[in-house]
Protein backbone atom coordinates (compact mmCIF):
# COMPACT_ATOMS: atom_id res chain seq x y z
CA UNK A 1 0.00 0.00 0.00
CA UNK A 2 2.98 1.86 0.58
CA UNK A 3 4.25 2.01 -2.97
CA UNK A 4 1.45 2.45 -4.23
CA UNK A 5 0.51 5.57 -2.55
CA UNK A 6 4.19 6.62 -3.71
CA UNK A 7 3.21 5.83 -7.32
CA UNK A 8 0.22 8.33 -7.37
CA UNK A 9 2.26 11.12 -5.86
CA UNK A 10 2.02 14.69 -8.07
CA UNK A 11 4.79 15.05 -10.57
CA UNK A 12 7.17 17.25 -9.39
CA UNK A 13 8.33 20.60 -11.56
CA UNK A 14 11.72 20.14 -12.88
CA UNK A 15 14.38 21.74 -11.26
CA UNK A 16 16.90 23.39 -13.70
CA UNK A 17 20.34 22.42 -13.60
CA UNK A 18 23.00 24.94 -13.02
CA UNK A 19 25.67 23.47 -14.60
CA UNK A 20 28.58 24.84 -16.63
CA UNK A 21 29.34 22.55 -19.43
CA UNK A 22 27.27 20.04 -21.21
CA UNK A 23 27.76 16.31 -19.76
CA UNK A 24 30.84 14.78 -21.89
CA UNK A 25 30.50 11.53 -23.70
CA UNK A 26 31.35 8.03 -23.11
CA UNK A 27 30.08 5.63 -25.18
CA UNK A 28 29.97 1.79 -23.12
CA UNK A 29 28.86 -0.10 -26.26
CA UNK A 30 26.17 -1.61 -24.16
CA UNK A 31 24.08 -3.95 -26.89
CA UNK A 32 20.78 -3.47 -28.52
CA UNK A 33 18.34 -5.72 -27.28
CA UNK A 34 14.55 -6.81 -28.77
CA UNK A 35 11.83 -5.87 -26.42
CA UNK A 36 8.56 -7.58 -25.11
CA UNK A 37 10.06 -11.14 -26.30
CA UNK A 38 10.21 -12.02 -22.59
CA UNK A 39 7.83 -10.05 -20.89
CA UNK A 40 3.94 -10.92 -20.93
CA UNK A 41 3.41 -7.14 -18.93
CA UNK A 42 5.35 -5.52 -21.73
CA UNK A 43 3.40 -4.76 -25.43
CA UNK A 44 4.93 -3.91 -28.51
CA UNK A 45 3.09 -1.62 -30.80
CA UNK A 46 5.53 -0.08 -33.28
CA UNK A 47 3.57 3.20 -34.19
CA UNK A 48 5.89 4.76 -37.14
CA UNK A 49 6.04 0.69 -38.74
CA UNK A 50 2.25 0.66 -38.38
CA UNK A 51 2.37 4.50 -39.94
CA UNK A 52 4.17 2.77 -42.90
CA UNK A 53 7.01 5.57 -41.92
CA UNK A 54 10.05 4.75 -44.53
CA UNK A 55 13.33 2.70 -42.92
CA UNK A 56 10.72 2.33 -39.29
CA UNK A 57 11.65 -0.45 -37.25
CA UNK A 58 8.48 -3.34 -36.94
CA UNK A 59 10.42 -4.96 -33.66
CA UNK A 60 11.75 -2.22 -31.09
CA UNK A 61 15.13 -1.95 -29.49
CA UNK A 62 17.00 -0.42 -26.84
CA UNK A 63 19.60 -1.06 -24.99
CA UNK A 64 20.10 -3.59 -22.63
CA UNK A 65 20.43 -1.35 -19.21
CA UNK A 66 17.58 0.50 -20.60
CA UNK A 67 15.54 -2.62 -20.92
CA UNK A 68 16.45 -4.21 -17.81
CA UNK A 69 15.14 -0.48 -15.86
CA UNK A 70 12.06 -0.65 -18.39
CA UNK A 71 11.20 -4.17 -16.19
CA UNK A 72 12.11 -3.04 -13.06
CA UNK A 73 9.28 -0.30 -13.69
CA UNK A 74 6.49 -3.07 -15.00
CA UNK A 75 7.08 -4.66 -11.63
CA UNK A 76 6.59 -1.67 -9.72
CA UNK A 77 3.13 -1.12 -11.60
CA UNK A 78 -0.07 -2.19 -9.63
CA UNK A 79 -0.97 -5.73 -11.33
CA UNK A 80 -3.60 -5.13 -13.17
CA UNK A 81 -1.73 -2.73 -15.40
CA UNK A 82 0.65 -2.82 -18.65
CA UNK A 83 2.85 -0.78 -20.73
CA UNK A 84 3.01 -0.36 -24.45
CA UNK A 85 6.19 0.57 -25.90
CA UNK A 86 5.75 2.97 -28.77
CA UNK A 87 9.31 3.81 -30.02
CA UNK A 88 13.05 2.73 -28.84
CA UNK A 89 15.93 2.69 -30.72
CA UNK A 90 15.30 5.16 -33.92
CA UNK A 91 17.24 5.16 -36.91
CA UNK A 92 18.51 8.73 -38.40
CA UNK A 93 16.39 8.05 -41.47
CA UNK A 94 13.31 8.09 -39.10
CA UNK A 95 14.26 10.87 -37.33
CA UNK A 96 14.96 13.19 -40.53
CA UNK A 97 11.18 12.40 -41.90
CA UNK A 98 9.25 13.00 -38.40
CA UNK A 99 11.27 16.56 -38.36
CA UNK A 100 10.41 17.25 -41.96
CA UNK A 101 6.82 15.80 -41.21
CA UNK A 102 6.21 17.92 -37.84
CA UNK A 103 7.08 20.92 -38.98
CA UNK A 104 5.02 20.88 -41.81
CA UNK A 105 2.11 20.29 -39.04
CA UNK A 106 3.27 23.69 -37.42
CA UNK A 107 3.27 25.24 -40.52
CA UNK A 108 0.06 24.87 -40.83
CA UNK A 109 -0.94 25.12 -37.57
CA UNK A 110 0.52 28.52 -37.11
CA UNK A 111 0.77 29.86 -40.78
CA UNK A 112 2.09 33.35 -39.60
CA UNK A 113 5.38 31.74 -38.13
CA UNK A 114 8.69 32.60 -39.38
CA UNK A 115 10.85 29.68 -40.72
CA UNK A 116 12.70 30.41 -37.17
CA UNK A 117 9.60 29.83 -35.11
CA UNK A 118 8.79 26.88 -37.33
CA UNK A 119 12.09 25.20 -35.87
CA UNK A 120 11.88 26.49 -32.72
CA UNK A 121 8.50 24.55 -32.18
CA UNK A 122 8.65 21.46 -33.94
CA UNK A 123 12.01 21.19 -31.66
CA UNK A 124 9.64 20.80 -28.91
CA UNK A 125 8.22 17.88 -30.04
CA UNK A 126 11.32 16.06 -32.20
CA UNK A 127 14.81 16.40 -31.87
CA UNK A 128 17.04 18.01 -35.00
CA UNK A 129 18.21 14.63 -36.90
CA UNK A 130 21.94 15.14 -36.47
CA UNK A 131 24.42 13.04 -34.83
CA UNK A 132 26.40 15.56 -33.06
CA UNK A 133 26.82 14.77 -29.24
CA UNK A 134 25.71 18.06 -27.82
CA UNK A 135 22.47 17.99 -29.21
CA UNK A 136 22.04 14.19 -29.72
CA UNK A 137 18.65 13.12 -31.05
CA UNK A 138 17.54 10.82 -28.06
CA UNK A 139 16.24 7.83 -29.85
CA UNK A 140 19.52 7.78 -31.75
CA UNK A 141 21.09 6.34 -28.82
CA UNK A 142 18.84 3.56 -27.72
CA UNK A 143 18.56 4.86 -24.50
CA UNK A 144 14.88 6.83 -25.55
CA UNK A 145 11.70 5.43 -24.97
CA UNK A 146 7.99 6.70 -26.18
CA UNK A 147 5.56 4.31 -23.54
CA UNK A 148 1.89 4.23 -22.48
CA UNK A 149 0.13 2.81 -19.78
CA UNK A 150 -2.36 -0.02 -20.74
CA UNK A 151 -4.86 -2.42 -19.54
CA UNK A 152 -4.25 -6.20 -19.23
CA UNK A 153 -5.50 -6.74 -22.69
CA UNK A 154 -3.16 -4.10 -23.68
CA UNK A 155 -5.44 -1.73 -25.33
CA UNK A 156 -4.23 2.25 -23.85
CA UNK A 157 -5.35 4.12 -21.18
CA UNK A 158 -6.88 7.49 -20.91
CA UNK A 159 -3.25 9.56 -20.17
CA UNK A 160 -5.40 12.66 -21.90
CA UNK A 161 -3.95 13.31 -25.43
CA UNK A 162 -2.68 11.14 -28.54
CA UNK A 163 0.79 9.76 -28.46
CA UNK A 164 2.88 12.26 -30.58
CA UNK A 165 0.06 15.22 -30.28
CA UNK A 166 1.51 18.36 -30.76
CA UNK A 167 -0.66 20.20 -28.02
CA UNK A 168 -0.18 22.33 -24.57
CA UNK A 169 -1.34 19.09 -23.19
CA UNK A 170 0.98 16.80 -23.86
CA UNK A 171 3.30 18.02 -21.39
CA UNK A 172 3.72 15.76 -19.00
CA UNK A 173 2.31 18.17 -16.04
CA UNK A 174 -0.52 19.97 -17.97
CA UNK A 175 -3.01 18.04 -15.90
CA UNK A 176 -1.13 18.95 -12.03
CA UNK A 177 -1.98 22.84 -13.50
CA UNK A 178 -5.36 21.67 -14.87
CA UNK A 179 -6.56 18.08 -12.37
CA UNK A 180 -10.04 18.81 -13.22
CA UNK A 181 -10.03 18.69 -16.61
CA UNK A 182 -9.40 14.96 -16.85
CA UNK A 183 -8.79 13.48 -13.36
CA UNK A 184 -8.20 10.24 -15.06
CA UNK A 185 -5.48 11.23 -17.03
CA UNK A 186 -3.90 12.82 -14.22
CA UNK A 187 -3.43 9.98 -11.93
CA UNK A 188 -2.20 7.57 -14.75
CA UNK A 189 0.68 10.54 -15.79
CA UNK A 190 1.69 10.52 -12.33
CA UNK A 191 1.39 6.60 -12.50
CA UNK A 192 3.44 6.33 -15.65
CA UNK A 193 6.04 9.06 -14.61
CA UNK A 194 6.62 7.78 -10.82
CA UNK A 195 7.12 4.31 -11.75
CA UNK A 196 9.75 5.12 -14.79
CA UNK A 197 11.38 7.61 -13.00
CA UNK A 198 11.68 5.47 -9.81
CA UNK A 199 14.36 3.37 -11.56
CA UNK A 200 16.05 5.89 -13.24
CA UNK A 201 14.57 7.20 -16.48
CA UNK A 202 14.19 11.00 -16.95
CA UNK A 203 11.16 12.59 -18.22
CA UNK A 204 10.84 14.81 -21.59
CA UNK A 205 8.44 17.30 -19.96
CA UNK A 206 7.25 18.46 -23.42
CA UNK A 207 5.79 15.03 -23.91
CA UNK A 208 4.11 12.90 -21.08
CA UNK A 209 5.23 9.60 -23.18
CA UNK A 210 8.65 9.65 -23.65
CA UNK A 211 11.72 8.80 -21.10
CA UNK A 212 15.10 8.82 -20.94
CA UNK A 213 18.33 7.09 -19.68
CA UNK A 214 22.26 7.19 -20.22
CA UNK A 215 22.03 9.48 -22.79
CA UNK A 216 22.81 13.49 -23.13
CA UNK A 217 19.63 14.30 -22.43
CA UNK A 218 19.60 12.37 -19.27
CA UNK A 219 22.84 13.05 -18.50
CA UNK A 220 21.58 17.09 -18.56
CA UNK A 221 18.61 16.79 -16.01
CA UNK A 222 20.35 14.74 -13.56
CA UNK A 223 23.49 17.00 -13.74
CA UNK A 224 25.77 14.15 -14.38
CA UNK A 225 29.32 14.97 -15.70
CA UNK A 226 29.08 12.07 -18.47
CA UNK A 227 26.51 10.27 -20.77
CA UNK A 228 27.45 6.72 -21.60
CA UNK A 229 24.49 6.05 -24.18
CA UNK A 230 25.92 7.91 -27.40
CA UNK A 231 24.68 7.41 -31.16
CA UNK A 232 23.87 3.96 -33.13
CA UNK A 233 24.02 3.35 -36.77
CA UNK A 234 21.94 0.89 -37.90
CA UNK A 235 21.75 -1.14 -41.03
CA UNK A 236 17.88 -1.86 -41.39
CA UNK A 237 16.89 -4.66 -43.95
CA UNK A 238 13.12 -5.86 -44.18
CA UNK A 239 12.65 -2.84 -40.94
CA UNK A 240 14.88 -5.04 -39.03
CA UNK A 241 18.18 -4.12 -37.71
CA UNK A 242 20.70 -6.14 -39.12
CA UNK A 243 23.79 -4.68 -37.57
CA UNK A 244 24.92 -1.96 -36.00
CA UNK A 245 27.49 0.34 -35.02
CA UNK A 246 28.48 3.20 -32.37
CA UNK A 247 29.70 6.55 -33.68
Not at 68 to 82: D, G, S, T
Amino acid sequence: MMMQGKLFQPIDVLKATNRQQPPSMQENSEPLIRVGEDDARIFVKPIYYLQHIPHSLKSLYLRDGAYERLKQAVRLLPENYRVIVYDGYRPLQVQQFLFTQFSQQIKRQYPDFTQEEVVKETRKYVAFPRLGNEHLAPHLTGGAIDVTLGDINGKALNLGTAFDELSAKSATRYFEQHTAENYEACLHRRLLYNCMTMVGFTNYAEEWWHYDLHNIAWATRVNAPKASYGAIEAQIQDNQVKEYRYL
